[in-house]
C-alpha cells in the first residue's frame, strides 16, 4: 500500500527555559523554532493531495501563531512561571517542561488532534528545529 506525506514547515519565535537544566538550556533564552509538520495517508483526495497546504497553515500554524509565538514559555511546576506571568501576561505557562520534544509531542497529540477535529487527515510526526544544528521530533 502506498504512503503519502504532506510535509508543512512552519517558523516562530519562542523563548524558554528548561527548567532543571544546569546548563545554559535552564536560563531563560529564545530561538526561532522551525517546526515540520507531517500528515500521512494511504489514499489521496479527489485532487490528488493528501491535504490542502493551505489547511495546515490554517489550524495548525495559526494556532502556533496565536499561542506561542512572541511568548515565553515555561512548564508549571517551574517556581518563575507564577512570578513572571503576572508581571508579563505573555508568559505562557505549559502544562510539561518546554524542551523541543515535549512541545513535538504537545502539538502532536493535544494541539493536532484538537485544531484538526473534523478533518479527515492525521499528523504523524513534528519535527522541531531549534538551531541549525539540533532538532528533536516526536512521532505517532
Ligand atoms: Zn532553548
Known amino acids: 500500500m502506498p504512503k503519502f506525506s504532506a510535509v508543512r514547515k512552519h517558523e ?15 536560563n531563560l533564552h529564545g530561538h526561532s523554532y522551525v517546526f515540520d509538520i507531517y500528515c500521512l495517508a494511504n489514499s489521496l483526495d479527489n485532487l490528488g493531495m493528501v491535504i490542502d497546504f493551505s489547511v495546515i497553515k490554517n489550524t495548525i500554524c495559526n494556532w502556533l501563531d496565536d499561542n506561542y509565538d512572541h511568548r515565553m514559555l515555561l512548564w508549571k ?60 521530533s516526536c512521532e505517532l
Not at 115 to 135: Q, Y
Open 12 to 26: 516562530i519565535q519562542t523563548g524558554h527555559r528548561v527548567y532543571g537544566h544546569e546548563g545554559q538550556c535552564g
Open 77 to 136: 511546576d517551574d517556581p518563575l512561571a507564577k512570578e513572571l506571568v503576572c508581571l508579563d501576561p505573555s508568559v505562557v505557562i505549559v502544562p510539561y517542561n518546554p524542551t523541543a520534544e515535549n512541545i513535538a509531542h504537545y502539538i502532536l497529540t493535544i494541539v493536532a488532534p484538537q485544531v484538526l477535529h473534523n478533518i479527515n487527515v492525521k499528523v504523524t510526526k513534528v519535527v522541531i528545529k531549534e538551531t541549525a544544528r539540533c532538532s528533536a
